[in-house]
């Protein structure tokens, strides 16, 4: 909203940031651990880490997002906290994709099962891999996030990609089940 507003620096638009910062104030909390908890209690500061598998697409949500509060409020914690969770993501193989479930074992991120897509589980990852070279004005620090979405989208085209037709393409899901199309 802090961005949509038409002055940066009127009051409205300083009263959102305001609002911004205290609420990724609160969600920092979930960053202690290798993956963020999923469940936060904005009231206490509590969270709840849960033992399940973390889907992709919404570990992936959070670079963004904090990496902009950053850049807005000129705290450098939200992109550090953002940073290292997609390090330890991109860190998982030495490919593109991502399995859609990740899950902490021995203090380092995980793959859980065989299901990569580019739709529904996975699709907040990759989109933020690019747009977060884009929006840190594309970087040479930052050129990790744009190898690792040209692995991913080459990735995707040699294994998620069916050719129906000459004129017709087709991607779906690779794992055990293969029931996910788009």
Same mark, same amino acid.
């Given at each position: ?6 002055? /940066? ?5 300083? !009263?959102?940031? =305001? ?18 908890? +999923?469940?936060?209690? #904005? =009231?206490?500061? @509590? ?16 670079? #963004? ?16 906290? !953002?940073?290292?969770? #997609?390090? *330890? ?16 074992? %021995?203090? $380092?991120?995980?793959?859980?099962? $065989?299901? &990569? ?14 747009? +977060?070279?884009?929006? @840190?004005?594309?970087? /040479? !620090?930052? $050129?990790?996030?744009? +190898? %690792? &979405? ?11 990609? =069916?050719?129906? *037709?000459? =004129?017709? !393409? #087709?991607? *779906? *899901?690779?794992?055990?089940?293969? +029931?996910?199309?788009?």
């Amino acid at each position: 909203a802090h961005s949509l507003s038409l002055e /940066e620096d009127a009051p409205s638009a300083l !009263a959102l940031l =305001r609002c911004a910062s205290i609420v990724g104030q609160r969600f920092l909390v979930a960053f202690d651990h290798v993956l963020p908890c +999923t469940y936060i209690d #904005m =009231r206490t500061s @509590s969270v709840y880490c849960s033992n399940q598998s973390l889907v992709l697409s919404e570990v992936g949500t959070f670079t #963004m997002e904090f990496r902009y509060l950053s850049h807005h409020t000129g705290d450098i914690t939200y992109k550090l906290v !953002a940073d290292r969770v #997609m390090q *330890s993501i991109m860190d998982i193989n030495d490919g593109g994709l991502v399995s859609n479930q990740l899950a902490i074992d %021995k203090d $380092e991120v995980v793959e859980v099962g $065989e299901d &990569w897509s580019l739709g529904g589980g996975g699709d907040s990852y990759y989109e933020y891999l690019l747009k +977060t070279y884009l929006l @840190s004005c594309q970087r /040479e !620090a930052d $050129e990790q996030y744009l +190898t %690792k &979405w040209r692995q991913a989208i080459r990735e995707a085209a040699d294994h998620l990609v =069916r050719h129906l *037709s000459n =004129r017709t !393409a #087709m991607i *779906s *899901s690779k794992g055990k089940n293969n +029931t996910q199309e788009h």
